[in-house]
């Protein structure tokens, strides 16, 4: 599908958003008072900005459940080993060292990389 439309898209690859833009996002959606956590939790992730805030129009908390599917469903196009990897990553923080990730799945240092 996403094929059909290379000749008539564009791609726009978009730095996180300032404060601000998130200030005013929150704002629009009644939720300006959590301008500041949403900021927070997201980095600024344009994605995960508008979802957080959508989830919260719907009652939920925490990792909105579109996004969550999302990101599992590209996590799943990585292949398993690659899903492993990140997997294991996750519970490491938001940077993972390939020396310590391979270490916590017991391989070679070169696998953890190439995954």
């Known amino acids: 599908m996403v094929d059909a439309l290379v000749d008539v898209a564009g ?18 959606a009644g ?12 980095g600024g992730h344009a994605l995960f ?3 957080t805030l959508r989830g919260l129009a719907a009652g939920e908390t925490g990792v909105p459940e579109s ?15 690659t899903e492993e990897l990140l997997r294991a990553g996750a519970v490491l ?4 060292d390939p020396a310590v990730v391979a270490g916590l ?10 995954r």
Do not use: S
Request: no cysteine.
């Open 11 to 28: 791609r726009i690859d978009l730095g996180p958003l300032p404060a601000d833009a998130v200030a005013q996002l929150a704002l629009e």
């Open 31 to 42: 939720r300006g008072e959590l301008a500041e956590v949403i900021l927070r939790r997201t």
């Open 49 to 51: 900005v508008t979802e």
């Open 67 to 81: 996004l969550r599917a999302a990101v599992l469903a590209r996590l799943r196009r990585a292949g398993p080993g």
């Open 93 to 96: 923080g938001a940077t993972v």
């Open 105 to 114: 799945l017991e391989v070679p240092e070169h696998v953890a990389a190439h």
